[in-house]
């Protein structure tokens, strides 16, 4: 190669060679190999055209994958070691975790301050393209890329528990039937009907979107009273109908578990108890028997007295 018979020939040339030389000479040779090996596996790759087209191919030994995989199962048969927290750690982990909860519902109190205005504002708009505009910016954000209200991205940004974010949209649901019941849609010019047509469309998702999030949840008895009302107010009655079943029956098997553990609670304060009845039922017995044992005399008496 010329360049090594030039490197050489410097060398020759001054004379005594030293260490520095030696290793300069080295490196010289190792990174002219490193550069041939990229030039051919370029080259390889360039013929082939089956680069990162199958994962490299590594040759193990049967037996050591059987080794590894007893020694992995054995590893998961060993239980976790439980992590024992003393009473006093303990008492400091619920203490913090309140103090958070009280953070939380405090800042949602704010929100739902700052909030309030802004809503009762839509109950007042006249026009449905604003309105449309300003539930949309409201609800869902303005960086938002569809109109679409899954998740409602705003409300649950600004609101961090479920009950301030439901609140907040069934509120949003009264102003906003409120608005439409002031426009007179139905007088509207032929021109707006479009945009009627599309306001009430998207007052429906509204709807089936909070019913969709928090029905299973939060929402409480005065919330789907407020759904259905906005629903049947647009003929949309077996859809109010419908959803209130699902509601109802969801809100039945929350309360089952409840029922069961208020009666097994009472079976064993009567168990405690020997089976004995309280003090104020054995008292109201008492004056059954009492006042059935009046009775009997006062038929006695005036039985003698018919005689008589």
Known sequence: NEGEKRMNEKMMLKGKVTARDEEWKRKYQLKKKQLALKAISRYSKSLTGSDKLHHPIIMKDVKDD????????????????????????????????LEEEEKINEHDKQMLKSWEPQVDALGEILDPAKLEKEVLDMLLGFNRVTDSFVGFPS????????????????????????????????KMPAEQQKQVIRLVRYFFYLNQEIFNSYAMTVLDGKGIKTLQEALRAFGFHRVA????????????????????????????????????PDKKEEKKKDDKKDEK???KKDKKDKKKDKKE
Request: hydrophobic residues 30%; contains cysteine; charged residues 45%.
């Open 155 to 186: 409300v649950s940004a600004a609101f961090k528990t479920k009950e301030c974010q439901c609140k907040i949209l069934v509120k949003v649901v009264k102003a906003v039937q409120k608005a439409l019941k002031k426009m007179s849609l139905e």
């Open 241 to 276: 109908t419908q959803a209130f079943e699902v509601w109802k029956e969801a809100k039945r098997e929350q309360a089952a578990p409840a029922a069961q553990e208020a009666g097994t609670e009472n079976a064993k304060d009567s168990k405690k108890k020997g089976g004995k």
């Open 293 to 295: 044992k009046d009775d």
């Open 66 to 97: 059987k080794e590894k995989g007893e020694e992995g199962k054995s590893e998961s048969k060993k239980e976790p070691e439980k992590v024992v927290i003393s009473k006093k750690m303990q008492e400091i982990l619920d203490k913090r975790k």
